[in-house]
């Protein structure tokens, strides 16, 4: 039993001075002078802000890239979540191509069950199309506890989906109640101008950001949005790296379009000049797709749309690639692993970024750090909200602290941290995930395998109030027509 004192709660849409009191996982009561148990463990949470623990929608624990898998598995990426106030992960299930989701599913499973230090649930990638996996997905919805699928418009060859499947996917989709969530950027543009940069003899990690131009996201981000309109379906685009991105996001809001925009640490915080460092290492850390822009002015554009619900949630998109693995493409960069980390330090980027800057209320940051999430995924309040009732996930964060981002001091398995040296005023002094303290001024307290898979139930209201409404308005029927003359 714990009894988190004199704090301040702050909900997405409520702030007020409360105590807080948990037993048995759960939120037992919030309000003055509650009567605990001798027993209860009492912390002071005079001048910190009692929040709900962060919900990170992006990361690929222990993800197989080529004959290995990121460095950070279902142990050590939920310990680095739970240090930096996350306390819940959903993570993708990628299946090989021609392979069972329900396999990929399981095995998913098997990695992170006895692993995981904080609740999670999983997203499943489509990298195929079949009847079959038309099937599965049907399975995944009913039996699995998975509302989510993720669609690639890159990586051609073995996770790009071409249009018609995309078009098949969304359909799928819409007809289960799930979100389709899209990796856009145009892979046969990337193929062919990947041959280009390497003939010119350009193989470093800067020919990966030039054979990504902002463009080329913005056009796929373009023909997501469009045929989620066109198909009602709704459609979450996961890390939004670009302006061109965000603005094909904000023209589909304004048609209607129910389009989820999720901008990540590494948008909000970082430039792609780091790309172009003389130290291979250095720039090739840097790697991901879609790239992280080199225009100044993108971290704070994104921001601005986060800030007014143009852009909805925030992820990380945290894979953990050593320096080792991502040597891999050291004489060509097409075949270095992609991916940048950011699970532990996605609040305090967000806080540092958004409240700090004054463009986000502390209400504001939870949204996008926790309840949104929580809604698009359908776990609202059970997680996302301090309330009565909920999962005891919180972050106790203090708004005086001030760290500086370090690989010094992070705890995730890789070399380089990509934020190093940013000063963070703001962080969590205690997180607390399913009723315990998990972290506390002593340092961190997490066990494996204490956290537990959250299904997720499709429909959610959140995202499918409106599809299901145009729905019902829609007609679809042909022109009845008297039959042609007959001719002599
Ligand atoms: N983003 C990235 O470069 N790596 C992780 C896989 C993905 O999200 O596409
Ligand atoms: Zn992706
Ligand atoms: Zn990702």
Redesign the pocket.
């Known amino acids: 039993m714990l009894l988190i004192k004199g704090g301040k709660v702050v909900n997405a849409d409520e702030t007020f001075q409360a105590d807080v009191f948990i037993e048995d996982g759960v939120i037992k009561a919030i309000g003055h002078d509650l009567v605990c148990p001798r027993e209860t463990r009492v912390i002071n949470a005079d001048g910190l802000l009692v929040m709900p623990g962060g919900i990170d929608a992006?990361v690929?624990m222990q993800?197989p890239i080529f004959d290995s898998a990121t460095v950070d598995d279902f142990y050590t990426g939920t310990r680095a979540a739970l240090a930096g106030g996350t306390t819940m992960i959903i993570d993708?299930v990628?299946p090989k191509l021609g392979e069972s989701l329900l396999a990929a599913y399981d095995r998913w499973r098997s990695w992170a069950d006895g692993k995981v230090c904080c609740d999670y649930s999983l997203h499943v990638a489509i990298t195929w199309w079949s009847d079959v996996v038309r099937e599965e997905m049907g399975v995944l919805t009913k039996e699995r506890g998975v509302n989510s699928f993720?669609t690639?418009m890159?990586?051609k060859g073995y996770?790009m989906l071409n249009d018609p499947e995309l078009y098949a996917v969304f359909s799928r989709c819409k007809e289960l109640g799930a979100l389709a969530m899209v990796?856009a950027e145009n892979g046969n543009f990337i193929e062919e101008k990947s041959k280009e940069l390497l003939e010119m003899g350009i193989v470093g990690p800067e020919g990966h950001l030039m054979s990504r131009p902002e463009e080329i996201e913005g056009e796929a981000t373009n023909r997501a949005v469009t045929l989620g309109g066109l198909i009602n379906c709704p459609v979450y685009i996961?890390?939004v790296m670009s302006r061109s991105a965000a603005d094909v996001i904000v023209q589909g809001l304004k048609r209607g379009v129910v389009v989820y925009g999720e901008p990540i640490g590494a948008s909000l915080a970082l430039t792609g000049h780091h790309c172009y460092h003389a130290d291979w290492r250095h720039a090739a850390a840097y790697?991901?797709?879609?790239p992280i822009r080199e225009d100044p002015s993108t971290p704070a554009y994104l921001m601005d749309l986060l800030a007014c619900n143009l852009l909805h949630t925030t992820g990380s998109?945290h894979?953990a690639c050593s320096v080792s693995q991502k040597a891999r493409g050291y004489s060509n960069f097409t075949q270095m692993?992609?991916?940048?980390t950011g699970v532990e330090e996605r609040m305090s980027i967000v806080w540092q970024k958004g409240v700090r800057t004054g463009k986000l209320t502390p209400n504001r940051f939870v949204e996008v750090t926790s309840t949104t999430n929580a809604k698009i995924f359908n776990v609202y309040p059970r997680k996302g909200r301090v309330s009565v009732g909920s999962d005891a996930d919180l972050v106790l964060w203090d708004p005086s602290m001030v760290r500086v981002l370090s690989a010094k001091t992070h705890q995730t398995r890789v070399e380089i941290n990509v934020f190093e040296g940013i000063e963070c005023h703001g962080g969590p002094k205690y997180v607390i995930a399913g009723g315990k303290v998990v972290v506390d001024p002593e340092g961190l307290h997490v066990t494996a395998g204490a956290g537990r898979f959250v299904p997720n139930d499709c429909f959610s209201d959140f995202v499918y109030n409106r599809i299901e409404e145009r729905e019902k308005l829609k007609v679809t029927k042909g022109v009845e027509r008297s039959p042609p003359p007959k001719t002599a």
Not at 287 to 290: G, L, Y
Not at 337 to 340: A, I
């Open positions: 992006h690929h993800m993708f990628v993720k690639f890159a990586y996770l990796h996961v890390h790697i991901m797709s879609p998109d894979c692993p992609n991916g940048v």
